[in-house]
């Protein structure tokens, strides 16, 4: 199993310019995170879904729309960058067993808006 | 709105020393709190999830304690090694649901251990 994988690793954007993040799993989960890490906070969801064909807004959802593709494949697009959009951004998956929900993380995607 | 701090946001000790890393929370309606550990350029990885009915969790040399009612937890690192050097991060979950998409992190305390 590779788990979590997110493509790019690093990306290089100028204002304006639009990109996808990519993020799969195979761990044939039903729900999927995005998150963006910043200097000195903790994470903050930006999108989630939590079955195929369903998405829902987090706590930072503005700038960003997201596509679940499938149920292995979540992707975050950035219409327009903005220097504020530069981040680490996460992918998660999780599965539920029992009362617990346990999370899944991707290795991250470093995103810099010039 | 649940707001999680952990402090220092850096500690350095020596290989050998046992110590402690601190988590607060404003809103003591919880319903499980987590701890994760973060390697350069990584993701993160669930080390100890303490239930709201739970006092502690142990794994190894880490051990996790939650006091709901004074909105504090720690994790207790034994016998540091180089090799627990990371950032570690508390999340908790609001009592509302056990849905993953609940979880408020903290910043994160960036461990060193000097060999």
């Known amino acids: 199993n590779a788990g979590v994988t997110q493509t790019p690793k690093f990306q290089v954007l100028k204002t304006g310019q639009s990109m996808t993040l990519q993020c799969a799993q195979d761990?044939?989960?039903?729900?999927m995170y995005w998150y963006r890490q910043d200097p000195g906070m903790g994470l903050r969801l930006i999108y989630y879904s939590a079955s195929e064909g369903t998405t829902d807004k987090g706590e930072v959802p503005n700038g960003y729309n997201v596509s679940r593709l499938n149920k292995r494949e979540f992707s975050l697009r950035l219409e327009s960058a903005a220097p504020s959009q530069t981040s680490v951004y996460f992918c998660?998956?999780?599965?539920?067993?029992?009362?617990?929900?346990?999370?899944?993380f991707g290795p991250g995607t470093r995103l810099l808006v010039l | 709105k649940q707001e999680v701090t952990q402090i220092p946001a850096a500690l350095s000790v020596p290989e050998g020393e046992n110590l402690v890393l601190n988590c607060s929370f404003t809103?003591?309606?919880?319903?499980?709190l987590q701890w994760f550990r973060q390697d350069p350029g990584k993701g993160l990885t669930s080390l100890l999830l303490i239930q709201s009915s739970q006092r502690e969790q142990t794994s190894g040399r880490l051990n996790a304690s939650l006091d709901k009612s004074s909105g504090r937890s720690t994790l207790y690192i034994a016998a540091s090694q180089p090799g627990d050097s990371a950032t570690y991060l508390c999340?908790?979950?609001?009592?509302?649901?056990?849905?993953?998409?609940?979880?408020?992190f903290g910043s994160g305390t960036r461990l060193s251990i000097r060999p």
């Open positions: 998660a998956s999780s599965e539920v067993l029992g009362q617990q929900e346990t999370q899944y």
């Open positions: 999340a908790v979950n609001d009592d509302t649901s056990s849905s993953a998409s609940k979880i408020i």
């Open positions: 761990m044939n989960h039903n729900s």
């Open positions: 809103d003591s309606a919880i319903y499980n």
